[in-house]
C-alpha cells in the first residue's frame, strides 16, 4: 500500500460548518505533536446486568461480535502524528498542517484459528479538530474517516494516510491550507472486520 501524506486542509474548508467557542484563548499543550495507542478486543457494553462478580459488582455475559481473535503473540498499535509541510499537494503547494496516521496489526486470526487473508478489514475513526480562526474565536469540527487495511497472514496494515484530503474528496471540496493553531481529540478509534463488526478500539491490556 503506497504511503500518502494527510492534510488539514479539508478541516479549514469545512470550518464554515463548524460551532464558534465561547469566550477565552485558544489552548493547546506545548508538546503534544503525535499519539500513539494499542487497540484490545472491544466487547458489547453492558446494558442490563444479569450477573454478580465475586464481589458483589452487577455485570454482564461477555459479547464480542465480531469472530475474530488475536492470536498468542497478537497485537494492534494506531499512530498520529501532526506537523507543518512547507508544501502541501491538497492545498495548492502551499504551506499547511499536516497529519498523518498509521495502523499496524499482527497475529490476528480467524474462528477456525488460521491467520488472516481475507479482505474487508477497515479502520474507522472520528475525531474533533479545534482550530483559532482569525480575530480569536475558536471553530470545532467533528467528522469521520475511514480506510481499508491491507490482511496479509495474520497481519493488518495502513501505511500513512491522507485523513483529510480524504474528507476533501469524499465531500467534493476544494482544499485551502490551514496553517495556525489546531488540536484534534480522538472521539473514536476502531478496526472493523469483514462482516462489518467491531473487533478491536483504543485501550490497553494486561496479561
Known amino acids: 500500500m503506497k504511503p500518502m501524506l494527510v492534510t488539514l486542509a479539508s478541516m479549514a474548508v469545512l470550518a464554515g460548518c463548524g460551532l464558534p467557542g465561547g469566550p477565552g ?6 508538546k503534544s505533536a503525535s499519539m500513539q495507542s494499542s487497540l484490545v478486543r472491544y466487547y458489547e457494553p453492558c446494558r442490563d446486568a444479569t450477573l454478580d462478580t465475586g464481589l458483589g459488582v452487577h455485570g454482564c455475559p461477555i459479547v464480542a461480535p465480531s469472530t475474530y481473535n488475536f ?3 497478537g497485537s494492534c498499535m494506531v499512530k498520529a502524528a501532526g506537523l507543518h509541510a ?3 499537494e491538497s492545498a495548492g503547494g502551499a504551506g499547511c498542517n499536516d497529519v498523518r496516521i498509521q495502523v499496524s496489526c499482527s497475529d490476528i486470526r480467524d474462528s477456525a484459528g488460521r491467520p488472516v487473508t481475507d479482505p474487508g478489514w477497515k479502520f474507522a ?3 474533533r479538530a479545534t482550530m483559532a480562526t482569525i480575530g480569536g474565536d475558536m471553530t470545532v469540527i467533528d467528522s469521520s474517516v475511514g480506510f481499508d487495511l491491507a490482511a496479509d497472514h ?3 496494515s495502513l501505511d500513512e494516510t491522507p485523513v483529510n484530503a480524504f474528507i476533501a474528496q469524499a465531500y467534493g471540496l476544494g ?3 490551514y496553517t495556525g493553531p489546531l488540536n484534534v481529540q480522538i472521539v ?3 478496526i472493523v472486520d469483514p462482516s462489518a463488526k467491531a473487533f478491536a478500539v483504543m485501550g490497553f491490556a494486561a496479561n
Request: charge should be neutral; include cysteine; charged fraction near 25%.
Open 86 to 88: 512547507e508544501v502541501c
Open 25 to 30: 484563548e485558544f489552548n493547546r499543550p506545548a
Open 71 to 73: 492470536g498468542s503473540s
Open 154 to 156: 495474520g497481519t493488518l
Open 125 to 127: 475513526a472520528r475525531y
Open 188 to 190: 473514536d478509534a476502531r
Open 175 to 177: 482544499a485551502a491550507g
